[in-house]
């Protein structure tokens, strides 16, 4: 299993511009998150989603966008880029059944000058 | 919603000794509260979780206690190690079907000193 995985690693933007960033996981979790990382912060949710179709607004969701289309897949829209979200995003799933872990990407990191 | 408030945010002990990292959340149906370890660079990973219906967890040198009246939780690592030097997080959730929010604290960044 690859677990999670998060594309790209690293992305600069310009103010303004849009993108996309690509979560999947292929362990068939139900449950997937999308987080920010400020520098020497702790983690903010930004949308989640309990199953395909189905997703919510977490703690600091303006300026995103989510959609979940399949159970693997859990792409963030960002549309019209400003630098308060030049952060590090992280993208994480759980099983709906057992434990509560919730098993991170990688990470990606984004500037928005 | 949640708040979670964690403590000591910088935290330096020797080789050997116990660590010793506090958490208060606000939000009395919490139900949920894990520990994550992130290297610098690295993604956040679990190293121990404990649920309401739980005092106290134990997994080799690492412990977590929580006190529901007082609502805070601690995360004890004994005998430490220099691969123990990490930034660890809190959190606290309600996990109700359909509700999944985890609010994390702000971080410790522990580091033994060898």
């Known amino acids: 299993n690859a677990g999670v995985t998060q594309t790209p690693k690293f992305r600069i933007l310009k103010i303004g511009q849009s993108m996309t960033l690509q979560c999947a996981q292929d362990?068939?979790?139900?449950?997937m998150y999308w987080y920010r990382q400020d520098p020497g912060m702790g983690l903010k949710l930004i949308y989640y989603?309990?199953?395909?179709?189905?997703?919510d607004k977490g703690e600091v969701p303006n300026g995103y966008n989510v959609s979940r289309s399949t159970t693997e897949d859990f792409p963030l829209r960002l549309e019209l880029a400003a630098p308060s979200q030049t952060s590090v995003y992280f993208c994480?799933?759980?099983?709906?059944?057992?434990?509560?872990?919730?098993?991170f990407g990688p990470g990606t990191r984004l500037t928005v000058t | 919603g949640e708040n979670v408030e964690q403590h000591p945010s910088t935290l330096s002990v020797q080789e050997g000794d116990s660590a010793v990292i506090k958490c208060t959340y606000s939000?009395?149906?919490?139900?949920?509260f894990p520990w994550y370890k992130q290297e610098l660079g690295k993604r956040p990973q679990l190293i121990i979780d404990?649920?309401?219906?739980?005092g106290e967890k134990k997994d080799q040198r690492i412990a977590v206690t929580l006190n529901k009246t007082a609502k805070h939780f601690s995360l004890h690592i004994t005998e430490t190690q220099p691969e123990d030097s990490a930034v660890y997080f809190c959190?606290?959730?309600?996990?109700?079907?359909?509700?999944?929010?985890?609010?994390f604290g702000t971080g410790t960044r522990l580091t033994i000193i060898p």
């Open positions: 994480a799933s759980r099983n709906r059944e057992g434990t509560y872990e919730q098993y």
């Open positions: 362990m068939n979790h139900n449950y």
């Open positions: 989603s309990v199953g395909a179709g189905i997703t």
């Open positions: 939000d009395s149906a919490s139900n949920y």
């Open positions: 404990i649920r309401s219906n739980v």
């Open positions: 959190a606290a959730s309600l996990t109700n079907f359909g509700n999944e929010k985890l609010t």
